[in-house]
Nanobody
Framework: QVQLVESGGDSVQCGGSLRLSCAAS????????MGWVRQAPGKEREWVAT???????RYAESVKGRFTISQDNAKKTLYLQMNSLEAEDTAIYYC???????????????????????WGRGTQVTVSS
């Protein structure tokens, strides 16, 4: 069974930084799409960033230049470095995973609905304005 566990969420002041972690286990696909998706209270889920098993990264326009997605293959951990945090970044951040091949890359690269089929429970990030 695939399991994703997020950690690192906290409350910070505007302009601060945080690094979220996602420990993954049970995913044996040769190709995979990993990403971060967030959801604020009363709002729809918003795709944040993607990292493929080939090393390609993609970001939502709202976080480009501020967030960085990366992974440690040895530790099977996905990261999201968040800098210059803004109040609008306040949300529950979810780690997600899905299959990756030639046909699924378009969905993976944009966080399109259906790109991810495994989800973590989320970690809360609160940015004080």
């Amino acid at each position: 069974q695939v399991q994703l566990v997020e950690s690192g969420g906290d409350s910070v002041q505007c302009g601060g930084s945080l690094r979220l972690s996602c420990a993954a286990s049970g995913y044996t696909s040769s190709g995979y799409c990993m990403g971060w998706v967030r959801q604020a209270p009363g709002k729809e889920r918003e795709w944040v960033a993607t990292l493929s098993s080939y090393g390609a990264t993609r970001y939502a326009e709202s976080v480009k230049g501020r967030f960085t997605i990366s992974q440690d293959n040895a530790k099977k951990t996905l990261y999201l470095q968040m800098n210059s945090l803004e109040a609008e970044d306040t949300a529950i951040y979810y780690c997600a995973a899905g299959p990756l091949d030639l046909s699924t890359w378009p969905r993976c690269s944009t966080g399109q609905a259906g790109a991810f089929n495994y989800w973590g429970r989320g970690t809360q990030v609160t940015v004080s304005s």
